[in-house]
């Protein structure tokens, strides 16, 4: 069975081309064609809907597939003022050579914002945006995580989460978001490091705000617990934590939520996505001055 599934991730020959087109009034636009066996396509549009009134925009990052399960389907609207807007744009442009198209991983636990800030980032940058476990379901045949825990297991949902990692590593300008627990395999690093790694580093307690209001039915790791929820899902993650926090640290750069907190005078929970995304490029320009240090 693992062999079968294994076969079906075709993701090496996923991307043949990859056609970026910047549209006036600053509608993002790319294509990516995939494996033409499969006559695969995926359209993605990242539109910046300027609402003069309040100074606000719509950062809206929304993908749309041919021939892909509805399950891969995803639309998010974020909010940014036209000032955020234009600082991280100041920024990626800062950091745009250093990074030479390689890949960005988020790494981090579950609920930690890798695929909010992972999509601003992507959309930022004008890389593309892929999410690993929503990689590993299609592969598996469009299956959640939460059933492929229950019908194969936790070793057969880490292999096949290499075998994305291997293969998203051989690409250039995407930024990844990869599972809570991707960390744990040193050969996952091995993949990682062919890219810049960003630790996003969210204090567990306002994790389990956050993960108890989504619900954790989706959270194989976390489901299985039962009596107060936000109590429990925060010892879960006090015991993963644990175990995990040497793992996050093997990151090429931490954004520490509430480094950010203390800077901004704010409650973690009110930091913005927004403003983390500009914390990820401001680390990695700190990765680029650490390194030129070195070279004199
Ligand atoms: N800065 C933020 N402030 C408040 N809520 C946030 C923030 N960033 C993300 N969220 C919310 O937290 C939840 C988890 O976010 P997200 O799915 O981006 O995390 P993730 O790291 O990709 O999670 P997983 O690894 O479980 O897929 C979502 O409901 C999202 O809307
Ligand atoms: O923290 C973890 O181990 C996990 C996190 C999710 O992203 C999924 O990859 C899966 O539920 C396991």
Redesign the pocket.
């Known amino acids: 069975m693992e062999a079968r599934v294994s076969q079906s991730l075709q993701l090496s020959s996923w991307i043949k081309s990859d056609k970026v087109v910047r549209k006036p009034g600053g509608c993002l636009r790319f294509s990516v064609k995939w494996n033409e066996k499969l006559m695969h396509r995926t359209v993605i549009s990242c539109h910046l809907q300027p609402r003069k009134a309040n100074r606000r925009v719509a950062l809206k990052v929304s993908c749309s597939s041919h021939n892909v399960q509805a399950s891969v389907l995803e639309s998010e609207c974020i909010t940014a003022s036209t000032d955020e807007i234009e600082t991280l744009k100041n920024k990626s442009e800062e950091v745009e050579e250093y990074l030479d198209g390689r890949c960005i991983y988020l790494v ?11 999509r601003i980032l992507a959309e930022t940058l004008g890389y593309s945006f892929f ?1 690993c ?1 929503r990689l590993i379901e299609q592969a598996v045949g469009g299956t959640t995580v939460a059933e492929i825990f229950k019908l194969h297991g936790e070793s057969f949902f880490r292999d096949n989460e290499t075998e994305v990692l291997h293969k998203l590593s051989a690409m250039h300008r995407l930024v990844v ?1 990869t ?2 627990g991707a960390v744990v395999r040193p050969i996952n690093w091995r993949h990682m490091h062919k890219g810049i790694s960003v630790w ?1 580093d969210v204090p567990l307690d306002a994790l389990a705000k ?2 108890t ?2 619900g954790t039915k989706s ?1 194989p790791l976390l489901h299985e617990e039962s009596g107060d929820i936000y109590d429990k899902t925060l010892k879960r993650l006090t015991t993963l934590m644990e175990t995990r926090g040497a793992n996050y640290a093997n990151a090429s750069a931490r954004v520490s939520l509430e480094n950010i907190a203390v800077k901004k005078g704010k409650d973690v ?1 009110h ?3 927004t403003e ?1 995304t500009l914390e990820v490029l401001i680390q990695i320009e700190n990765l680029k001055k650490q390194e030129s240090v070195v070279v004199l």
């Open positions: 981090g636990m579950m609920g930690s914002g890798k695929t909010t800030v992972g999410d476990d978001s599972g809570g996003l956050r993960i209001a989504e959270r929970c930091i913005t996505p983390i």
